[in-house]
């Protein structure tokens, strides 16, 4: 089973930046992609970006295009999630996740997702 790691989390101010980072225990993520969600407190959990492997495709949330990016490093075997412009209600729990290579097959969607890391907590403040 794959595990996942997020790090990168933090305190930061309104307009400034933070990278996170997702991990995968194995040698690949064993996923056709893998994406970033987030969760804050009394919300569902909302699609902020993915990054898929073959083609090297990326999708973002409309509300974080332009201000996010996401990006892989095969030597790492890690995902990256590049945040600027951060604003306070950028505040939640960030998790990575992977569909594990098979089933629905919609990186956008959350029934798509089989593995998640523990979450990394990002904090904006104004």
Known sequence: QVQLVE???GLVQAGGSLRLSCASSGRTF???YVGW????PGKERE???AFRFSGDNTYYA???KGRF???????KN?????MSSL??????VYYCASDGNFGFNNPTSLRAYKYWGQGTQVTVSS
């Open 62 to 64: 409309d509300s974080m």
């Open 69 to 75: 990016t996401i990006s892989r490093d095969n030597i």
């Open 47 to 49: 699609f902020v970006a």
């Open 30 to 32: 064993s996923s056709r």
């Open 37 to 40: 969600w987030r969760q804050a």
């Open 7 to 9: 790090s990168g989390g």
């Open 87 to 92: 604003e306070p209600e950028d505040t939640a």
């Open 78 to 82: 890690t995902v990256y999630l590049q």
